[in-house]
């Protein structure tokens, strides 16, 4: 076969795995409605199916001789086809080089662990998850090996989440991050200021969907090509360029985790819908990593909504609705109470500021207990510990400590990263769209469509053709930085508590 032969082909078969991928985000997203409750083992069982259906095509002797054929001359191949053949490749890695066994184990390890999590969740107790911990941790470990020459077995498990990240990085980004955050929670806490009373002010979860249903196209969602849903925990999902799907969930005493839920849902959808076409029926359409997908997500619900000028340019529309409940707000009062800042035990409720050290706390327990210096049962006294130092909090239960996320008994160790990544990536990209107007101006006047606009030429185009790394140089000019996301943190705080 000539080499456009070879190429023809290879584009197809990825094709058809793009597909697989696609039913397999159509069962999650199914699974995720209100479905018969007593059909759940059985969705299970159809997902797993098609689950390993696509991991047998993404390691098969066919993608091995594509990609044996294609690696030589990569880099005579255009910008899209040496993305093809480089991403197919770190997949192929991946699902080849773990044993089935080895595979088949941790699957099945997870799906008992999950069973254990739920109830000792429910009942604070966290003793009858350390023998899967141990065994989940030490299969992780197993499949680090695995992959091959990282510094360390946590570098492999960073790597695959993040393409070229380090524990060296890591280690010297959150440092940093620690250096701004730590004092800056204590010196707003210094303010003594008590909670704004209204962000708990009940409001009935159809007046909240009104907004939210008003809210999403007029930040730029497509809402010929987007449905919103209410789901258990809030995500996103891109089936094809014209249908994405994406959710909330509704809290009568917090009307603000559906508001902010949907314009960070809202974030992503925007981004897979500025992905290029020539993207679409490849696996290719899934940004460079989590943490550029985390950050679209962020860049709407952190960047953008809780701005002062979003809420000044939002304000009459969100009071036609609130202020029968709220009363008489001001814009300032909504900027101000939206970004309240005071530590807390859980992440997924955590303010702008403190929400990173959440994730540094998991980030530095995970990279010990993977290199081997930390075992389950020392788990939850390590949390505390690190609780008390991070946010001056003494835990008072495990349910709201150790055992409050479902990452862990799930066995998904290295990714937690993506979230503060993105957070550091989304400072950078607001400097470099900065340069070319002001943003805030255009927030203001209500003109997302520009911003939108930024994303898609500087960002969102590049998908996954580059690495991470290549993906941030082309958009902001230069490499990691965590300067601009401390200045930004800091400058708002200064601002909403007058430090």
Same mark, same amino acid.
């Given at each position: 076969?000539?080499?456009?032969?070879?190429?023809?082909?290879?584009?197809?078969?990825?094709?058809?795995?793009?597909?697989?991928?696609?039913?397999?985000s159509?069962?999650?997203?199914?699974?995720?409605?209100?479905?018969?409750?007593k059909?759940?083992?059985?969705?299970?069982?159809?997902a797993?199916?098609?689950?390993?259906?696509?991991?047998? $095509?993404?390691?098969?002797?066919?993608?091995?001789?594509?990609?044996?054929?294609?690696?030589?001359?990569?880099?005579?191949?255009?910008?899209?086809?040496?993305?093809?053949?480089?991403?197919?490749?770190?997949?192929?890695?991946?699902?080849?080089?773990?044993?089935?066994? $080895?595979?088949?184990?941790?699957?099945?390890?997870?799906?008992?662990?999950?069973?254990?999590?739920?109830?000792?969740?429910?009942?604070?107790?966290?003793?009858?998850?350390?023998?899967?911990?141990?065994?989940?941790?030490?299969?992780n470990?197993?499949?680090?090996?695995?992959?091959?020459?990282?510094?360390?077995?946590?570098d492999?498990?960073?790597?695959?989440?993040?393409?070229?990240?380090?524990?060296?990085?890591?280690?010297?980004?959150?440092?940093?991050?620690?250096?701004?955050?730590?004092?800056?929670?204590?010196?707003?806490?210094?303010?003594?200021?008590?909670?704004?009373?209204?962000?708990h002010?009940?409001?009935?979860?159809?007046?909240q969907?009104?907004?939210?249903?008003?809210?999403?196209?007029?930040?730029?969602?497509?809402?010929?090509?987007a449905?919103?849903?209410e789901?258990?925990?809030?995500?996103?999902?891109?089936?094809?360029?014209?249908?994405?799907?994406?959710?909330?969930?509704?809290?009568?005493?917090?009307?603000?985790?559906?508001?902010?839920?949907? $314009?960070?849902?809202?974030?992503?959808?925007?981004?897979?819908?500025n992905i290029?076409?020539?993207?679409?029926?490849?696996?290719?359409?899934?940004?460079?990593?989590?943490?550029?997908?985390?950050?679209?997500?962020?860049f709407?619900?952190?960047?953008?909504?809780?701005?002062?000028a979003?809420?000044?340019?939002?304000?009459?529309?969100?009071?036609?609705?609130?202020?029968?409940f709220?009363?008489?707000?001001?814009?300032?009062?909504?900027?101000?109470?939206?970004n309240?800042?005071?530590?807390?035990y859980?992440?997924?409720?955590?303010?702008?500021?403190t929400?990173?050290?959440?994730?540094?706390?998991?980030?530095?327990?995970?990279?010990?207990?993977?290199?081997?210096?930390v075992?389950?049962?020392?788990l939850?006294?390590?949390?505390?510990?690190?609780?008390?130092?991070?946010?001056?909090?003494?835990?008072?239960?495990?349910?709201?400590?150790?055992?409050?996320?479902?990452?862990?008994?799930?066995?998904?160790?290295?990714?937690?990263?993506?979230?503060?990544?993105?957070?550091?990536?989304?400072?950078?990209?607001?400097?470099?769209?900065?340069?070319?107007?002001?943003?805030y101006?255009?927030?203001?006047?209500?003109?997302?469509?520009?911003?939108?606009?930024?994303?898609?030429?500087?960002?969102?185009?590049?998908?996954?053709?580059?690495?991470?790394?290549?993906?941030?140089?082309?958009?902001?000019?230069?490499?990691?930085?965590?300067?601009?996301?401390?200045?930004?943190?800091?400058?708002?705080?200064?601002?909403?508590?007058?430090?």
């Amino acid at each position: 076969m000539v080499a456009a032969q070879i190429l023809n082909r290879f584009h197809e078969y990825l094709e058809k795995v793009s597909h697989y991928q696609r039913v397999n985000s159509l069962l999650f997203w199914d699974g995720m409605q209100r479905v018969p409750p007593k059909g759940a083992k059985g969705r299970a069982a159809t997902a797993g199916v098609m689950a390993e259906e696509t991991r047998k $095509l993404m390691s098969s002797n066919e993608l091995k001789e594509y990609l044996d054929a294609l690696t030589p001359v990569a880099a005579e191949l255009n910008a899209f086809d040496k993305a093809l053949v480089h991403a197919a490749s770190r997949e192929y890695r991946f699902f080849s080089r773990i044993p089935g066994a $080895l595979y088949r184990e941790l699957e099945a390890t997870k799906g008992e662990s999950i069973a254990v999590w739920d109830g000792a969740m429910k009942r604070g107790e966290f003793a009858p998850m350390i023998p899967y911990l141990d065994r989940l941790i030490q299969l992780n470990r197993q499949m680090a090996d695995c992959f091959g020459s990282a510094a360390s077995r946590y570098d492999a498990l960073i790597d695959y989440y993040e393409e070229g990240m380090t524990t060296a990085q890591l280690d010297t980004l959150f440092a940093t991050l620690k250096a701004t955050i730590i004092p800056l929670v204590r010196q707003v806490q210094e303010k003594h200021r008590p909670r704004p009373a209204f962000l708990h002010t009940p409001v009935p979860p159809a007046v909240q969907d009104r907004f939210n249903r008003r809210l999403y196209p007029r930040m730029g969602v497509d809402p010929e090509s987007a449905i919103l849903c209410e789901t258990t925990h809030p995500f996103s999902f891109t089936i094809n360029l014209h249908d994405f799907r994406f959710s909330t969930r509704y809290f009568e005493n917090d009307f603000s985790s559906s508001l902010f839920s949907v $314009l960070h849902e809202g974030g992503h959808t925007i981004n897979s819908q500025n992905i290029p076409e020539k993207l679409e029926n490849t696996i290719l359409g899934g940004g460079a990593s989590p943490a550029f997908q985390e950050s679209q997500g962020r860049f709407y619900e952190n960047v953008i909504g809780r701005s002062s000028a979003f809420w000044e340019t939002v304000y009459d529309d969100f009071m036609e609705d609130y202020r029968p409940f709220l009363g008489n707000l001001s814009a300032r009062d909504l900027y101000c109470g939206f970004n309240d800042c005071r530590p807390g035990y859980i992440r997924t409720s955590a303010d702008e500021v403190t929400y990173n050290l959440h994730i540094i706390l998991r980030y530095e327990m995970e990279r010990d207990f993977i290199n081997g210096s930390v075992r389950a049962a020392d788990l939850p006294a390590l949390w505390n510990e690190k609780m008390q130092e991070y946010l001056s909090l003494t835990v008072p239960d495990d349910r709201q400590g150790v055992l409050q996320d479902i990452q862990w008994p799930y066995g998904r160790f290295g990714a937690f990263v993506s979230y503060s990544l993105g957070n550091v990536y989304n400072a950078q990209l607001f400097n470099a769209m900065q340069k070319e107007f002001d943003v805030y101006q255009r927030v203001r006047e209500g003109d997302f469509a520009s911003i939108n606009q930024w994303l898609g030429e500087n960002l969102h185009r590049y998908s996954r053709l580059y690495t991470p790394q290549e993906t941030l140089r082309r958009t902001v000019g230069g490499s990691m930085d965590a300067k601009p996301y401390c200045d930004y943190l800091t400058a708002k705080m200064t601002d909403v508590y007058q430090i």
